[in-house]
């Protein structure tokens, strides 16, 4: 069974602070995936990272793909009352037969910015 | 495009009771996934289906559970008897197989509360 670990679990930080949050495992994943979920909705998925090192930014949020392919990070930068959520990334693999796969989530960290 | 749509949004049934879950994928994807939420579990995949048909139902808890998907915009998640430990938020998804991206779009969600 593959696992994905995040940390935090739970951050609350101020207005303007970086923050960073850590999703890590022992398993080797085709790709990663970052999700945030709001109260009383689905996630939404953020971004994907697929090659090994690989470096995503999505204006004040950065995402890396750790060379191994097993780990990832997200790094928010100047943080606004918006970015309040759960934020969940989820490892995907390929299907032998070429077609999409289920997601392992972790469980999620639950970052409040406070104003 | 209308996004996934689960329906209803809330249930409330007492144990013992048939309990089912629906949900239309979003136009032209062909790859649909059962999710269940909970605090103390997170984000867990039940099963998934490739063009109509279930690859993966290795998460589906017990025989108490089933799902089907008679066609490619619709699909049915039952639980019978339902149980209080079955109280949890279950998410339909949809994604078009394609490439390492299995880029996944979450419905809204049906939240079951079983007494």
């Known amino acids: 069974t593959q696992l994905l670990e995040q940390s935090p679990q739970f951050l609350s930080i101020q207005e303007g602070e970086n923050l960073t949050v850590y999703c890590n495992s022992s398993s080797v994943f085709s790709s990663l995936q970052w999700y945030r979920q709001e109260p009383g909705e689905g996630p939404v998925l953020l971004v994907t990272?697929?090659?090994?090192?690989e470096v995503k930014k999505l204006k004040r949020l950065t995402f890396q793909f750790g060379d191994a392919r097993k780990d990832s990070s997200l790094h928010i930068t100047a943080a606004q009352p918006g970015d309040t959520g759960l934020y969940l990334c989820a490892g995907a693999n390929m299907y032998s037969g070429g077609g999409a796969d289920g997601l392992t989530f972790g469980k999620g960290t639950h970052l409040i910015i406070q104003p | 495009d209308a996004g996934v749509i689960q329906s209803p949004r809330h249930e409330v049934t007492e144990m013992g009771q048939e309990v089912t879950l629906r949900c239309k994928p979003i136009?032209?994807?062909?790859?649909l996934f059962w999710y269940r939420q909970t605090m103390m579990r997170g984000l867990e995949l039940l099963i998934y289906?490739?063009?109509?048909?279930?690859?993966?139902d290795s998460g589906m808890p017990e025989d108490r559970f089933s799902a089907k998907m008679p066609n490619a915009s619709f699909s049915t998640l039952k639980i019978q008897p339902s149980e209080p430990r079955d109280s949890a938020v279950y998410f339909c998804a949809s994604s078009l197989r394609s490439g390492f991206g299995y880029e996944q779009y979450f419905g809204p969600g049906t939240r079951l509360t079983v007494t």
């Open positions: 990272v697929v090659t090994g090192g």
């Open positions: 136009s032209g994807h062909n790859s």
């Open positions: 289906f490739n063009n109509n048909v279930p690859i993966d």
